[in-house]
């Protein structure tokens, strides 16, 4: 967030805009990182285990996600995982069309694919490389 976005999201938080959305776009991870949070089973409270949950993909993934986001107005988005770069094609899609609705997209990531070159140019991306578990573990898969 730039300064000048101070005074329009204070505009928006004070109309009932909610300024943060934290989504989890895919239950699915290929690490097994010991001390991991997202499969405990108290960690999404009374929606229950992140491994019993629908998870969305394709179009769907994408139609929920920009109608999420079109609902609730967010100034800042964090994607999420599990693993959010098991859906690297729907971000793809996604991550262009969220710069375009001037929404701030942190994507956290175990980097466990590489990085489309182009997601670069994407304006107000952020993408954030997450190193879970437990020393000396995280230093042999990162």
Do not use: F
Not at 66 to 72: F, G, T
């Amino acid at each position: 967030m730039k300064l000048r976005d101070i005074g329009p999201a204070w505009g928006r938080i004070l109309r009932g805009h909610r300024p943060l959305l934290s989504l989890e776009i895919t239950r699915e991870c290929p690490l097994r990182c010991p001390g991991c949070y997202a499969y405990e089973p108290g960690h999404l409270g009374s929606s229950g285990p992140l491994r019993q949950l629908k998870d969305y993909k394709g179009e769907a993934l994408v139609a929920g996600v920009l109608a999420l986001v079109r609902r609730l107005r967010p100034i800042h988005l964090s994607i999420v995982g599990g693993e959010p770069l098991v859906r690297h094609h729907e971000l793809g899609i996604l991550l262009p069309k969220l710069s375009e609705m001037n929404i701030e997209v942190q994507l956290v990531t175990s980097a466990v694919r590489p990085i489309p070159a182009e997601w670069r140019s994407i304006r107000g991306l952020h993408v954030v490389v997450s190193v879970d578990g437990l020393q000396p573990e995280h230093n042999e898969r990162r």
